[in-house]
């Protein structure tokens, strides 16, 4: 696990590039599915951006400045709207920059101890389980294993595609 400020500002660019890669040549395929029950690329994209409710970036900033004490979390969600369901690849990966953008600067203003020491209740609501979180621990969290393992997907999805 990634300690620090500095660790977490590489691994969210690590993740960023990572991302942008793997979109890259699937602006005509957004859509695609192997199977129904399988997400798209689409939907994999805006749930990273989107999980946490509002997304990780504001959460981050919620709790750096004490507006957040507690959250929600709901598992499975694909948080494609209406509009985002019409966007194409360019709009996508602004989406995608434009988040990385925030989380890069909602992490810069927090300090090492306010990564280690500040804490909050999170909601599972999907398991329906409550457990108390250091920003440290969510951002461990949702950039090496959440955010990692929908990237598996979304790569998994490409390589389906033969791209």
Request: hydrophobic fraction near 40%; include cysteine.
């Amino acid at each position: 696990m990634t300690t620090g400020k500095i660790a977490h500002l590489n691994t969210t660019l690590s993740v960023r590039m990572e991302l942008l890669s793997i979109l890259n040549g699937m602006d005509y395929c957004l859509d695609w599915k192997s199977d129904p029950s399988e997400w798209s690329a689409r939907e994999l994209v805006y749930h990273i951006l989107d999980t946490p409710p509002g997304g990780v970036h504001n959460l981050v900033k919620g709790i750096l400045t004490g507006e957040i004490t507690e959250y929600d979390l709901w598992a499975d969600l694909t948080n494609v709207t209406p509009e985002r369901a019409g966007y194409d690849i360019n709009q996508v990966v602004a989406d995608i920059e434009q988040f990385f953008q925030e989380l890069d600067d909602a992490i810069g203003g927090a300090s090492d101890e306010d990564i280690e020491t500040k804490m909050v209740m999170m909601h599972q609501k999907t398991a329906g389980y409550d457990e108390e979180r250091s920003l440290r621990t969510i951002l461990d969290r949702t950039l090496t294993v959440h955010m990692r393992g929908h990237l598996t997907q979304l790569l998994q999805v490409k390589k389906a595609l033969g791209i």
